[in-house]
């Protein structure tokens, strides 16, 4: 039986690693790093540069495993529900394949374990399920405002983080002026009127690739979407945030 940590490792960055998620990753008997497919090749390879910084005197063992293709034909839920059963198997698969067996294993998770990652519900499906460790990391929210030198939220006022999708399919939620939007790979800001909301759009956070928009979506809007797609092409894959605010003569 082995031991797992989940170790947030921040945007991309190295310098966004904690001691604590540092300590972590060196007392690892067996580190797991994902495969995306060649086009995503700078993830893993940014998760090896972060080991290495870490562990530059004792190298870890490092064990790899391809992410499957997730399929939502029987709709979106039941798709992620069956890619996370098969993201635990491969889990499963590679550290049984290990010899010697690991007492402790760890993943380093892009940006924080408890924020729209689903690390946590796959190891649940584990059997039998490890005593599991999380090492918080630095969110892609904090990095967003730090980069644009913004609170996220006005005085004694909510927000709300949400995902491209729900902003896609839902509309503007009810209670809020401000809203964090992840996962949105379709740019779902496009729905709304640009005249209405200032934006602020970060990708590569923290990193040497960073780039940043702000402004009036309606003007911000269409330079984000040239900007993004510029980037995307360059790099084979993009992670990106965005903060949205009514404009005070909306509210």
Not at 83 to 100: F, G, K, L, S, Y
Not at 126 to 155: D, F, K, W, Y
Not at 214 to 220: Q, Y
Request: net charge neutral; proline share 7%.
């Amino acid at each position: 039986m082995f031991d797992l940590s989940l170790i947030g490792i921040g945007t991309g960055n190295p310098d966004h690693i904690t001691g604590q998620g540092a300590r972590a990753i060196s007392d690892a008997d067996l580190i797991l790093i994902p495969r995306k497919g060649a086009d995503k090749a700078d993830l893993a390879e940014l998760r090896e540069k972060i080991i290495a910084r870490v562990c530059a005197e004792t190298p870890p063992r490092i064990a790899y495993f391809d992410i499957p293709r997730r399929r939502d034909q029987n709709g979106y839920l039941k798709g992620v529900d069956d890619w996370h059963d098969a993201i635990a198997q491969r889990w499963q698969a590679t550290i049984a394949a290990a010899d010697p067996a690991p007492r402790t294993v760890a993943l380093l998770i892009w940006g924080d374990p408890s924020l729209y990652d689903s690390s946590l519900r796959i190891m649940a499906r584990l059997s039998p399920r490890p005593a599991v460790r999380v090492i918080p990391g630095i969110t892609a929210l904090q990095a967003l405002t730090a980069a644009h030198a913004i609170p996220i939220n006005e005085i004694g006022a909510p927000f709300t983080v949400t995902t491209g999708r729900r902003l896609r399919e839902q509309g503007w939620p009810d209670g809020t002026d401000t809203l964090a939007v992840m996962l949105d790979g379709d740019c779902a800001f496009q729905g709304l009127n640009g005249v209405d909301f200032d934006i602020w759009w970060g990708a590569y956070l923290g990193m040497a690739e960073e780039c940043l928009v702000s402004g009036p979506l309606d003007k911000a809007g269409p330079d984000i979407l040239a900007t993004r797609a510029r980037a995307r092409a360059r790099h084979g894959w993009i992670m990106d945030v965005y903060l949205l605010k009514k404009r005070p003569e909306t509210i």
